[in-house]
């Protein structure tokens, strides 16, 4: 009889054996599938409806991913609740590849802003890349005759609670920076959420509104174009490269009023990192095509094109920033 205390295939042994032949087929299959990835359709899911500049740089992006991923990139709208429903659902998306989200920086303000927000920043999500990142502007409806700054501020002045400014979102970095300008320059407007910044424009632009606060790109940049808004001032730290005749909040002496909306890319938390970086090589790949970084500029969205830790820095720096304004400007949402 063996000695099955010692040496050999004891019992032990045995079961250790038999213990690896039932896990390998898992391993092997996790590890078929990431070699094999994508072998079907990708979902972009954005967190706003059609037409702000979340949803024009997921529909720049596609394209290029399709063509170096070998498989249809769909973009898919889930607005609603300033972003929340749509990274939701991609927070509790399976953790596969194939589900991903463009979000704005809603991302980096939510979980500050909302008591029960359906997502943690730094928990629920990998990091994948920086799109693009835009100044917000604040803008008039051209037919209102205001053509400075300091002829809406006079105007805000003299009509106090007149004035309804759109912005793309409770909680979007227009929002803040809407509620950031009241305390700077103490002027007492109404803001006006909407669910994106493509209502904003069309709410603007049909006489609800008088003005908007939003990032530059998607709609926002065509109404610009086409003469129907005036841009007054940009929000960014130094002028943007297609707004070099409009002044920047600093500029006109209000300080500490900067800021700008950035989009990126996200994955939900457990999907596997040779993937993660799969999909960041490949994005990256897009956005630094020159044909492609045209286009972003065009629609008022300049690239940025960070990785997964150019990504991580900088949510990690934008959320104690955001939620400071969040507490300044003593904002809550249930």
Same mark, same amino acid.
């Given at each position: 009889?063996?000695? #099955? ?5 004891? +019992?032990?042994?045995?079961? %250790? ?45 596609? $394209? ?5 991923? %070998?498989?249809? !990139?769909? !973009? ?6 300033? %972003? ?10 399976? $953790? ?5 989200? =463009?979000?704005?920086?809603?991302? !980096? ?18 990091? =994948?890349? @920086? ?9 008039? +409806? ?13 105007? =805000? ?6 004035? #309804? ?43 609800? @509104? ?26 960014? $730290? @130094? +002028? %943007? ?21 950035? #989009? ?20 990256? &790949? ?11 500029? &065009? ?25 400071? !304004? ?9």
């Amino acid at each position: 009889m063996m000695d #099955n205390s010692r040496g050999g295939f004891g +019992r032990r042994s045995l079961l %250790g054996t038999a213990a690896a032949g039932l896990a390998a087929p898992g391993l092997v299959g996790q590890a078929l599938a990431q070699a094999t990835w994508p072998d079907r359709g990708i979902n972009l899911t954005v967190c706003f409806p059609p037409g702000g500049s979340t949803d024009f740089s997921a529909r720049m992006l596609a $394209p290029g991913l399709s063509e170096v991923l %070998g498989k249809p !990139v769909v !973009v898919e709208n889930r607005g609603g609740a300033g %972003g929340n429903i749509g990274i939701g659902v991609v927070a509790r998306a399976a $953790p596969d590849g194939y589900t991903f989200l =463009v979000a704005s920086s809603v991302f !980096v303000v939510n979980a500050s802003l909302y008591r029960n927000a359906p997502y943690d920043p730094f928990r629920d999500f990998a990091y =994948v890349a @920086t799109l693009g990142a835009s100044p917000n502007i604040i803008a008039v +409806r051209s037919a209102l005759g205001i053509n400075t700054f300091a002829e809406l501020l006079a105007a =805000v002045r003299a009509n106090p609670d007149k004035f #309804n400014f759109g912005v793309p979102g409770i909680g979007t970095t227009p929002h803040l920076a809407a509620e950031v300008l009241k305390l700077r320059t103490g002027m007492t407007y109404t803001v006006v959420p909407f669910a994106g910044a493509g209502p904003a424009v069309q709410a603007i632009l049909s006489g609800t @509104t008088e003005g908007i606060i939003a990032s530059q790109g998607g709609q926002v940049e065509i109404a610009y174009r086409a003469g129907q808004i005036k841009i007054l001032a940009q929000t960014g $730290p @130094t +002028r %943007g490269p297609d707004m070099q005749d409009i002044p920047t909040l600093t500029e006109l002496g209000i300080a500490d009023a900067e800021s700008e909306t950035f #989009n990126a890319l996200y994955a939900p938390v457990a999907t596997p990192a040779a993937i993660v970086q799969k999909m960041a090589e490949a994005t990256l &790949q897009v956005l630094r095509r020159p044909d492609v970084a045209a286009r972003y500029r &065009q629609g008022g969205v300049p690239v940025v094109a960070e990785g997964p830790d150019g990504l991580r820095a900088r949510v990690a720096r934008e959320v104690p920033i955001w939620r400071k !304004v969040i507490q300044d400007a003593k904002i809550s949402v249930d």
